[in-house]
């Protein structure tokens, strides 16, 4: 338990804000703002129920072979397929569905920066509704979704590891990493303003 506070409290912890990348207008109040710039107030550590909640999360993914080498490479697989996957016409798709009934693999096309730019807008597009519904929720909703935050924090970690550094794949892990984290900061400020924090 000690090796999960200090792995994700040191990411917690890390100054800055994320790079993020302009939004459409969604119509979304909701910005990425660091409630705690400075890093300095302990109440957005990790909290000793979440540290118990993740350790108790870590035994059910163990138990159930999610850390399995098998597991981790059909992960790195499947992110990769999203990461890259992308069909652009209906002529493309009608190809993709015949390929997949013949069991042949689809070979989508890689992705270019500009695709790669409009997932993280998607992504961070997400993390805006999440972040705005999760405002909504009572108090003891609010604090098991930052439970769950947190141990989506943790596992947003292990994944970032599984990729090369300078791959497509880690930097929207990353930027994943940083999205969930500061998820997780503006709704442990909310605690704070409700005084359940």
């Known amino acids: ?30 910005k990425f703002i660091d409630p705690d710039t400075d890093r300095v107030d302990p109440r957005y ?22 850390y399995k080498e098998e597991s981790i490479a059909k992960t790195k697989d499947e992110f ?17 569905e015949d390929e997949i009934v013949l069991g042949i693999p689809h070979k989508a096309p890689v992705s270019s920066q500009e695709e790669l730019k ?3 807008q998607n992504l961070e597009s997400f993390y805006s509704s999440f972040a705005e519904d999760s ?23 292990k994944l970032e590891s599984y990729f090369e550094e300078t791959s497509k794949e880690r930097e929207l892990t990353v930027k994943n990493t940083e999205y969930i984290n500061y998820l997780r900061r503006r709704l442990i400020e909310e605690l704070i303003k409700r005084g359940k924090r």
């Open 45 to 66: 550590l990790l909290s000793p129920d979440e540290i118990k909640f993740i350790a108790e999360q870590e035994i059910v993914f163990e138990e159930a072979g999610y």
């Open 118 to 120: 409009k997932v993280l």
């Open 135 to 157: 405002f909504k929720l009572n108090d003891e909703n609010l604090i098991e979704r930052v439970k769950n935050i947190s141990f989506n924090l943790h596992l947003a970690k």
């Open 80 to 96: 990769k397929e999203f990461v890259n996957f992308r069909i652009e016409d209906d002529y493309e798709r009608l190809q993709y």
């Open 1 to 30: 338990m000690l090796l999960i506070s200090n792995s994700l409290n040191a990411e917690i912890q890390k100054k800055g804000v994320p790079n993020v990348v302009s939004l459409p207008n969604t119509g979304s109040d909701y």
